[in-house]
């Protein structure tokens, strides 16, 4: 039974780009990327500053991990209400009004009286930073046109793999040498000017009344009956959950098992980034194969750099496992959203959207996994979890007759 046509999908630009006002598409993507980074790194930011937290708020590393998992949760949550918003209303009053919420819920978090307030703020600052991936993907691919929306949601979609490595980066450089408010304040002055870039350089909104929450509801519940792309959700929550928990356990296990301080951690996490190169090489060289191969190939090489970061000896092994895992899971998310394109074409819009959510409700239960388990437990469960996830892929892959 085929899924019927999503209004998110109907609206992703196919064709030439409108003939409407605006700044060069160039300097709105610019703009766009500087953010994709920016504003999910707030996630990432929260694995190397759990022991500020601790610290400044008097918890144990349990409650140090809600700091992400709060924020990923409500961050999840957030694309499934954002993504028709922007369809009944527009893409740009969403994606100024979603980064001024974003600013200054991220100020409020300095100026946080206890851990109860902090957490409540960090699962606002969640929902309205769930504001931008979504509904700045569609923006790009309703914009850009034929010739040059592939490069477009490439460059966005590195930049959003990009903010993982640079969120932690921030939050590594601040741990230890300076108060923990300094991973905040920089980033609300950023979010609110990057609003009023927002406002100036993109297109006026091009709004759909008839665009309801209902509709959307519908189609999801036509896309869960559908094998294939269940078995491409399901395999979704391993994807950022195994990326979280990683550097989770391995920030820490490089400073008790091999003695580096907070600036060759950070210099670690940064030859991790390296790895994000692979997957535009990769697809450009294997998009023959189609998005099935490349997702399962993807998963297949993250258990690979799961496996190598586990081995005992050298401190090159976990670096090197870490460049792996990261180059594994940069072919895995653009794949997984061109598998859902060509599984149900009609409804991608619906079916990415919530590939998505999923993707972050992962990204929260993978910093829980890693808060409470160890090293080598925490790298195990997942190199299991992304093999499962290889297989399910294969199968999602796999031609498929439709039901009569």
Known sequence: MSAPPSPLAVRTGRGPAADLPGAPFPAQLGLLTVLAVAVPAQLYLAIPMAGPFQDAFGVDAGAAAWAGSCFSLCYALGFLLFGPLADRVGHRPVLVHGTVATALTTAA??????????????????????????????????????????????????????????GQVLGQGVAGHAPWQAVFWPAAVLYAGAALGLRALLRPPVADASVSFGSTLSVLRALLRDRRAVAVFASALTVFGSFVALYAVLNRHLADAHGLGGGQVLAVQAIGAAGLLVAPVAHRLAAGRGPGFLAVAGFLTAATGLLTAQLTGALALPVLGSVVFVAGIGLTVPSLVGLLHRIAPASAGTAVAFN?????????????????AGYRTTLGIFCVAVLLAARAVATAGRPHAPRP
């Open 109 to 166: 978090l300095c100026l946080a009286p206890g851990y109860g307030w902090f957490l409540a703020l960090r699962a606002a600052q969640g929902l309205a930073a769930a504001s931008f991936a979504p509904v700045a993907l569609a923006y790009a691919a309703r914009t850009a046109g034929d010739a040059r929306r592939p490069l477009a949601l490439s460059v966005l979609t590195t930049g959003l793999l990009g903010s993982g490595i640079a």
């Open 356 to 372: 998505t959510f999923l993707l972050f409700v992962g990204a929260s239960a993978g910093q829980l996994v890693a808060a409470y």
